[in-house]
């Protein structure tokens, strides 16, 4: 029909050929106009016929912003009645800000299942497209689906389920967990590795030296390994070498007697040594530690003995140490910036925290994690992660290491007040990281890489069957242990064909 409509612009009449070129008949211009009005007509009435019958909620603009289609599912969502609103421009009854039909108007943008706000007492998901002709916009349609009622039902779940998690959290201080490393997440060989090596430091009570980028965790392995070898009630004292001025730290380590010094408390003070006394000291950073004090350090280590500032008394250094640095300290040594005799002194037994680019298959588990943590502590609803936003992660360095990525977690879900997750909200420094030129080092789960959701899937698979094994199949304290309910667990498991 677009071919024969412009040759009526010349005659009246066109003739109809055989491909041999023998006439055969002709069609008239009026012939053409009662065939194309015969078609709109069933076309129309198909489309009637559709709209009348969705139980959606169907809407369109034209290209002026006024509502040419408003569906029987639009009218029992808004309480607009059709007549009210056709042929009038759809902002006079919403706030312009709040429609996703505008916005697609004009950007030519499409959205998928969104989570959308058209009025503040209502929430759908929504479907937009523009309408095109001959390359240009000339209106936009919506399909939506009414969700109000899922969404403040979810909204009451969700705050009864955070006052659930708050209890667990102080029934978790009142009876905490037997095992010290549930605080360590992940389940990459490396970071089985790095537990498994401190479960056997466990065993004895020699001194450590944990090395590891900044960020990568080493207080957390520096508490489980005091956990799993010392008794319930016994302190973990940690003191962060680079975090106190020189002139401070020999009070800070030793305690004082009263009236040691001016500004002294009257009473005196007891030092990190006393306070670790049958326990852990922890020294956090220790290639910052003064030179001045790394001498009295290791006179402490080495004698077991040690007099508070001002003090007389001799008093007994009755402790285990954990010493942490990002530091190359065999380097410092070789510079003067450390002395070799303390280094020898610690580094009876040395592990190695390895950074979260050695361990991206943890990255899914970890930030599911902190947007559970996140999103209770903020009250956001967030239903999910979009998948290409964990792309960005997975393809990230993470120079910052977990601490980096918590604190990405965190942006991601302070912006997201809606409770939809964006690419945008990411920092500038990951999403542009993703040209593609350094792809990262991620070890597919089957050899072969499938798609994004499947090796979500089997890392997903994995980590259940890690927490069921932790459990020895106890499927309620796996569960417990996921942040699942046990009915969820359940569906999992049957999804991944996880048996008894």
């Not at 490393?181 to 020699?206: E, H, L, N, P, Y």
């Not at 004082?256 to 009257?266: I, N, Q, T, V």
């Not at 402790?319 to 280094?343: H, M, P, S």
């Not at 667990?489 to 996880?498: D, H, P, R, T, V």
């Amino acid at each position: 029909m677009n071919d024969i409509i412009p040759l009526f612009q010349e005659s009246d009449y066109i003739m109809v050929t055989e491909l041999t070129g023998h006439p055969v008949g002709y069609v008239t211009a009026a012939d053409a106009l009662a065939a194309c009005y015969q078609s709109h007509q069933y076309l129309e009435a198909y489309f009637e016929a559709m709209i009348e019958t969705m139980d959606a909620s169907v809407s369109m603009i034209d290209d002026q912003e006024n509502t040419v289609v408003w569906t029987p599912g639009a009218e029992r969502i808004f309480s607009i009645k059709a007549k009210d609103i056709l042929g009038k421009p759809m902002p006079e009854f919403f706030p312009v800000d709040m429609l996703q039909i505008l916005k697609t108007h004009k950007t030519g943008e499409g959205v998928f299942q969104k989570l959308h706000q058209p009025r503040p007492d209502i929430y759908v998901l929504i479907n937009s497209n523009p309408i095109r002709l001959n390359g240009k916009i000339i209106g936009s349609v919506v399909a939506e689906t009414d969700i109000t009622s899922e969404v403040r039902l979810n909204q009451e779940l969700f705050n009864a389920t955070s006052k659930v998690h708050q209890l667990q959290q102080q029934m978790a201080h009142l009876n905490p967990s037997s095992d010290p490393f549930s605080q360590i997440k992940g389940t990459s060989k490396a970071i089985k590795r790095t537990v498994d090596m401190c479960r056997k430091i466990g065993s004895t009570k020699a001194t450590v030296l944990i090395l590891g980028e900044s960020g990568v965790g080493k207080e957390l392995f520096a508490k489980a390994i005091h956990d799993i070898r010392e008794k319930p009630d016994a302190p973990f004292i940690a003191i962060n070498c680079g975090a106190i001025p020189p002139s401070l730290f020999e009070s800070e380590l030793f305690g004082y007697e009263k009236g040691a010094f001016s500004g002294a408390d009257l009473n005196g003070k007891k030092g990190k040594i006393q306070l670790a006394a049958g326990g852990t000291l922890f020294l956090d950073e220790i290639g910052e530690m003064p030179l001045e004090m790394q001498v009295k350090l290791l006179r402490v280590l080495q004698e077991k003995k040690f007099y508070a500032v001002g003090g007389t008394k001799q008093l007994n250094a009755d402790f285990r140490v954990i010493a942490a640095t990002n530091r190359d300290l065999e380097e410092q040594v070789k510079k003067g910036d450390f002395r070799e005799d303390l280094y020898y002194r610690l580094n009876v037994v040395t592990l190695v925290v390895p950074p979260l680019r050695e361990r991206r298959e943890d990255i899914i588990e970890l930030t599911h994690c902190f947007l559970n943590e996140f999103a209770l502590s903020y009250n956001r609803l967030i239903q999910d992660i979009p998948q290409e936003v964990l792309l960005d992660l997975l393809h990230y360095h993470w120079p910052g290491n977990i601490r980096e990525l918590r604190n990405t977690i965190e942006r991601l879900v302070v912006f997201s007040s809606d409770g939809t997750i964006e690419r945008d909200y990411l920092p500038l420094s990951i999403l542009s990281n993703r040209n593609g030129k350094d792809l990262p080092q991620v070890v597919p789960t089957t050899g072969a890489f499938q798609t994004l959701q499947e090796e979500l899937e089997a890392h997903e698979k994995q980590i259940i069957l890690y927490a069921l094994k932790m459990e020895n199949g106890n499927k309620l304290a796996a569960a417990k242990r996921l942040g699942l309910s046990r009915a969820t667990l359940y569906n999992k498991m049957n999804k991944f064909g996880i048996f008894d």
